[in-house]
């Protein structure tokens, strides 16, 4: 099972609308598939341009960990075997696992995964909660907490 691009570009909708309630600086959303796949963006105008890579990277890295970004950015900084462990991931997926907060897994009320957004352009813990809020205005759940 996986996200719907109706949900998807809900959960874009809903994290841009907390940035500009918060008034974060232009932000970029990615939602991605349980696949891993592309299937909502949106880059607001004046973000940094590489900030739409770094929020599929949160997204990807979700998935791929199978926990929020603020769960491996905490083990990368706690722990030098667990950043050897993470720079490795980094480097054998391309580069496409950022550890820090912003990528969240979304599933459904049932519990399925079925994908992750990134979010990217503020301070971490800011991308975190539009995240979050995005989700949560999908009427989808937040998964803060697993490691599969």
Same mark, same amino acid.
């Given at each position: %099972?996986?996200?719907?691009?109706?949900?998807?570009? $809900? #959960?874009?909708?809903?994290?841009?609308?907390?940035?500009? &309630?918060?008034?974060?600086?232009?932000?970029?959303? !990615? #939602?991605?598939?349980?696949?891993?796949?592309?299937?909502? %963006?949106?880059? &607001?105008?004046?973000?940094?341009?590489?900030?739409?890579?770094?929020?599929?990277?949160?997204?990807?890295?979700?998935?791929?960990?199978?926990?929020?970004?603020?769960?491996?950015? &905490?083990?990368?900084?706690?722990?030098? +075997?667990?950043?050897?462990?993470?720079? !490795? %991931?980094?480097?054998?997926?391309?580069?496409?696992?950022?550890?820090?907060?912003?990528? #969240?897994?979304?599933?459904?009320?049932?519990?399925? +995964?079925?994908?992750? #957004?990134?979010?990217?352009?503020?301070?971490?813990?800011?991308?975190?909660?539009?995240?979050?809020?995005?989700?949560?205005?999908?009427?989808?759940?937040?998964? +803060?907490?697993? $490691?599969?």
């Amino acid at each position: %099972m996986s996200i719907s691009l109706s949900q998807a570009e $809900t #959960v874009v909708e809903g994290a841009l609308a907390r940035a500009r &309630e918060l008034g974060l600086p232009p932000l970029s959303v !990615a #939602v991605l598939d349980s696949g891993g796949h592309l299937k909502a %963006m949106q880059r &607001e105008d004046g973000v940094a341009f590489f900030r739409a890579t770094v929020c599929q990277a949160k997204a990807w890295g979700a998935l791929a960990l199978g926990a929020s970004s603020r769960h491996f950015a &905490e083990r990368y900084s706690s722990d030098s +075997l667990q950043r050897g462990f993470i720079n !490795a %991931m980094g480097g054998g997926s391309r580069e496409r696992i950022v550890p820090l907060p912003g990528g #969240v897994l979304i599933r459904d009320r049932d519990g399925r +995964l079925l994908g992750a #957004v990134g979010v990217a352009g503020g301070a971490s813990e800011d991308d975190e909660a539009c995240a979050i809020a995005g989700i949560e205005t999908s009427g989808l759940s937040a998964d +803060l907490e697993s $490691t599969r």
